[in-house]
């Protein structure tokens, strides 16, 4: 019984000098980043907004109405210091967010393509449209950082971002396809018709 006794305490001893030395390598990393003025961040919040093109195209005449999803962002930032004070510096960072609104608009002569009776017909839409819009994107900014203060710090710059997930759907009602271009055949839809 002694033995197993003395065996187990010996063991328990050499697996806490292990876990100890490992925390140990592992302080000191942290402590040698932050002295190279290195600083990590691991975050995850919401936006607020959507998507749109820029400039909004003169074809889009009135926004009825607008709908922001949930998006939501999670992410981590690597930013070095570049001053002493740890004023300015310089980020990078990953982050995984998905985009989403939905929304209802009036617009005239707006290029797309629809789908009536299993057949896709493109044209010219006047009328209402309402479409759906959500992306999932790898995201991946290098920004230049401001701290103005302890808790408040400002970024600005580019990023590149990969779409995984791309969906844009809706329907047009209220309204008449010119097939082609706008001088095209007329194809109307009034009342409760509509299409995808």
Same mark, same amino acid.
């Given at each position: 019984?002694?033995?197993?006794?003395?065996?187990?305490?010996?063991?328990?001893?050499? @697996?806490? @000098?292990?876990?100890?030395?490992?925390?140990?390598?592992?302080?000191?990393?942290?402590?040698k980043?932050?002295?190279?003025? @290195?600083?990590?961040?691991?975050?995850?919040?919401t936006?607020?907004?959507?998507?749109?093109?820029?400039?909004?195209?003169?074809?889009?005449?009135?926004?009825?109405?607008?709908?922001?999803?949930?998006?939501?962002?999670?992410?981590?930032?690597?930013?070095?210091?570049?001053?002493?004070?740890?004023?300015?510096?310089?980020?990078?960072?990953?982050?995984?967010?998905?985009?989403?609104?939905?929304?209802?608009?009036?617009?005239?002569?707006?290029?797309?393509?629809?789908?009536?009776?299993?057949?896709?017909?493109?044209?010219?839409?006047?009328?209402?449209?309402?479409?759906?819009?959500?992306?999932?994107?790898?995201?991946?900014?290098?920004?230049?950082?401001? /701290?103005?203060? /302890?808790?408040? /710090?400002?970024?600005?710059?580019?990023?590149?971002?990969?779409?995984?997930s791309?969906d844009?759907?809706?329907?047009?009602?209220?309204?008449?396809?010119?097939?082609?271009?706008?001088?095209?055949? /007329?194809?109307? @839809?009034?009342?409760?018709?509509?299409?995808?």
């Amino acid at each position: 019984m002694n033995i197993k006794r003395y065996i187990i305490g010996v063991l328990a001893v050499a @697996f806490s @000098f292990v876990g100890a030395t490992a925390q140990v390598d592992r302080s000191l990393a942290v402590i040698k980043s932050m002295l190279l003025g @290195f600083e990590y961040e691991v975050y995850a919040g919401t936006n607020i907004g959507g998507a749109s093109p820029l400039p909004l195209p003169a074809e889009i005449r009135e926004i009825n109405s607008y709908s922001p999803e949930l998006n939501l962002q999670i992410g981590a930032t690597v930013t070095k210091w570049v001053d002493v004070q740890k004023k300015w510096g310089l980020s990078l960072g990953v982050r995984l967010e998905t985009k989403g609104m939905e929304t209802k608009a009036a617009v005239k002569n707006y290029g797309m393509a629809i789908i009536q009776d299993g057949a896709t017909v493109s044209g010219r839409w006047t009328g209402m449209v309402q479409t759906r819009y959500h992306s999932q994107q790898l995201v991946f900014p290098l920004t230049a950082v401001f /701290k103005a203060h /302890k808790r408040l /710090k400002v970024h600005a710059g580019p990023y590149v971002a990969f779409a995984f997930s791309n969906d844009f759907d809706g329907y047009v009602y209220d309204g008449y396809l010119r097939e082609g271009d706008p001088t095209g055949p /007329k194809i109307s @839809f009034e009342g409760d018709s509509r299409a995808n």
